[in-house]
Nanobody
C-alpha cells in the first residue's frame, strides 16, 4: 500500500508562514493525485489543495493566493507552503494520496495553530 508521514506543523502568529511536508513510501508509482486536507475542531475535513502527477493544481478559495502546493515525484514528497496565515487556518492538516488500484491513503495529520 502507501504510507504517508507529515511533518512541519506548529504554532505561528497570524501573518506568519509554515511549510508542511509529506513523505510517501510503499507503492508510490501508483499514486495519481496527492493533496492536503484539514480538519478544525468540530468541523468536517475539508480540501485545502490537490496536485496531479502532471502538476495540475487545485485550491480551496479560502487559501488561494496564500498557499502553494508542490510535489517531487522522484523523491515522493508533497509540500504545502502556507503564507499570510490566519487564525481560521488552525486545524490538523492531513496528507492524502489517491492511487490507481489500491484506493486512497491518509497520513496521521500534523497540527497547525495560528495565534491572533
Amino acid at each position: 500500500q502507501v504510507q504517508l508521514v507529515e511533518s512541519g506543523g506548529g504554532l505561528v502568529q497570524a501573518g506568519g508562514s509554515l511549510r508542511l511536508s509529506c513523505a510517501a513510501s510503499g507503492r508510490t508509482p501508483s499514486i495519481n493525485v496527492m493533496g492536503w486536507y484539514r480538519q478544525a475542531p468540530g468541523k468536517q475535513r475539508e480540501l485545502v489543495a490537490t496536485i496531479s502527477s502532471s502538476g495540475s493544481t487545485n485550491y480551496a478559495d479560502s487559501v488561494k493566493g496564500r498557499f502553494t502546493i508542490s510535489r517531487d515525484n522522484l523523491k515522493n514528497t508533497l509540500s504545502l507552503q502556507m503564507n499570510s496565515l490566519k487564525p481560521e487556518d488552525t486545524a490538523v492538516y492531513f496528507c492524502n494520496a489517491r492511487t490507481s488500484f489500491y484506493g486512497t491513503f491518509w497520513g496521521q495529520g500534523t497540527q497547525v495553530t495560528v495565534s491572533s
